[in-house]
């Protein structure tokens, strides 16, 4: 992935939680830390491109995330766990490769599932 990363064509999106930063991590560069009502609200919003809640913290990919790196022609990897991976799949909606965003430009992501 690192070598990946070197190339700009791609970009690693930074994910959401509801849970409290661990120590040394850094709001906008490890996760966006929201509260639970901030998270609930953008869900309800459609603000996600997916979503999930694991030991009792929510975690989810904001679409906003990803739109500003397809707005620029590039490529974005998701990091989210392999059993959100398989339901996101499951989703026609959001069925990775040359899904348009929010703004209706082309772009691919690159699932990676973790865990």
Do not use: M
């Amino acid at each position: 992935l690192a070598e990946i990363l070197k190339d700009e064509r791609f970009r690693c999106s930074v994910s959401a939680t509801t849970r409290a930063p661990r120590p040394g991590e850094v709001d906008g560069v490890n996760y966006h830390f929201l509260t639970r009502e901030d998270f609930e609200s953008r869900v309800a919003a459609g603000e996600f491109l997916e979503n999930a809640e694991y030991c009792g913290n929510c975690y989810g990919t904001l679409a906003s995330e990803v739109d500003v790196y397809l707005e620029k022609g590039q490529n974005v990897i998701l990091e989210i766990s392999a059993r959100d991976f398989v339901a996101a799949g499951a989703r026609p909606a959001l069925a990775p490769n040359k899904k348009p965003s929010r703004k209706g430009r082309w772009g691919s992501w690159v699932w990676l599932a973790c865990g």
